[in-house]
């Protein structure tokens, strides 16, 4: 199979996840243990996400100031800043710590 297949099968099963989620009954939604695994699981996805691409450079884990600026918005996140504050944060300790020389 050429690429162009596999490409055409993952969109079908993207367009087929989508639809099935509009196919749930509204008092299976309405459950609260379901809006908690809900939430749950958006957390845990934007937190990979987020430790993925601050550690990770192609195949390779990469110490970099990616990291720093991961460390200073998750301290900026401890003491409640606004999210504004926290992104600024973390670009400001990445810029420092390339400005120090570190990768």
């Given at each position: 199979m050429?690429l ?14 989508k ?20 939430g ?12 993925v ?8 884990v990469?110490?970099?100031a990616?990291?720093g ?35």
């Amino acid at each position: 199979m050429s690429l162009w297949w596999w490409l055409l099968v993952a969109v079908v099963l993207s367009y087929l996840t989508k639809l099935l989620g509009y196919l749930v009954p509204a008092k299976v939604l309405a459950n609260p243990r379901m809006s908690r695994v809900a939430g749950t699981l958006t957390i845990g996805l934007l937190a990979s996400l987020t430790v993925v691409n601050a550690a990770a450079s192609g195949t390779s884990v990469v110490l970099d100031a990616r990291i720093g600026a991961l460390l200073a918005a998750g301290i900026a996140l401890w003491f409640k800043a606004p999210f504004l504050v926290v992104v600024m944060a973390g670009a400001a300790a990445a810029a420092g710590l390339r400005l120090l020389g570190w990768p």
